[in-house]
């Protein structure tokens, strides 16, 4: 079975102060990780996924298969960033359902 | 514009009252999904379809039916509501369920059944 944890319910840090959303992951085969975010009133939207390698934002996130984490990060927290953060897991099976974590959310005060 | 629309965005309804709310999508996806989002428990897979007349369980589908009849809509139908389907829902769609494509995401219906 897939499953995905957000330890923190909520992250609280100041405006310019680095940031690390953590994520961990059960499954057995190899995986595709997904960052999701939701701002305000917005819908759900992808932030990132680990194949593509990229920064969005300032954020990025590494994929590591020995701790089978996928932490997401910026160096400079902006007040803008404040959202609620789903990480979320896709196995190579034939529903193709993501696995969400229940998601942690960011405050960034100023 | 590309886009997942859902109908209603909010709804209060009764015990055993049926209900259904619409998912549409204009980005002609394969794969459309629908999730349930409640506190401290993420979001939860109810039913999935891979394409038109192929329709399946997700994680919780129970109390739930969903149809695809056509590509870009995907209704979900509480045949019979109870309150612990109070939840938020949420539509999603992608390319195809052959790969691990972004999902595409409604707004949401916030759902409440007294």
């Known amino acids: 079975a897939q499953r995905v944890t957000q330890p923190e319910k909520l992250l609280s840090v100041f405006k310019g102060a680095p940031v690390e959303l953590k994520c961990n992951y059960s499954?057995?085969?190899?995986?595709?990780l997904f960052w999701y975010v939701q701002y305000s009133r917005q819908r759900l939207q992808l932030l990132l996924r680990?194949?593509s390698r990229e920064s969005i934002k300032g954020f990025t996130a590494d994929l590591n298969k020995g701790e089978t984490s996928f932490h997401l990060k910026k160096p400079f927290a902006q007040e803008e960033d404040s959202a609620m953060y789903y990480c979320?897991?896709?196995?190579?099976?034939?529903?193709?359902?993501?696995?969400f974590g229940s998601g942690t959310r960011l405050q960034v005060q100023p | 514009e590309a886009q997942v629309t859902q109908n209603p965005r909010y709804l209060i309804t009764v015990t055993g009252k049926k209900l259904t709310v619409t998912c549409s999508q204009n980005?002609?996806?394969?794969?459309m999904s629908w999730y349930r989002q409640d506190p401290g428990l993420g979001l939860r897979q109810i039913y999935y379809?891979?394409?038109?007349?192929?329709?399946d369980k997700g994680d919780v589908p129970e109390g739930y039916k969903v149809s695809r009849k056509e590509k870009r809509n995907f209704p979900l139908i509480l045949e019979s509501p109870s309150p612990n389907q109070t939840s938020l829902y949420f539509c999603?769609?992608?390319?195809?369920?052959?790969?691990?494509?972004?999902?595409?995401f409604g707004p949401g219906t916030r759902l409440t059944v007294t």
């Open positions: 999603a769609s992608s390319l195809s369920g052959g790969a691990p494509y972004e999902q595409y």
């Open positions: 499954y057995s085969g190899s995986p595709e």
């Open positions: 680990h194949i």
């Open positions: 979320a897991l896709s196995g190579y099976t034939g529903r193709r359902a993501l696995t």
């Open positions: 980005m002609n996806h394969e794969y």
């Open positions: 379809s891979m394409n038109v007349e192929v329709t």
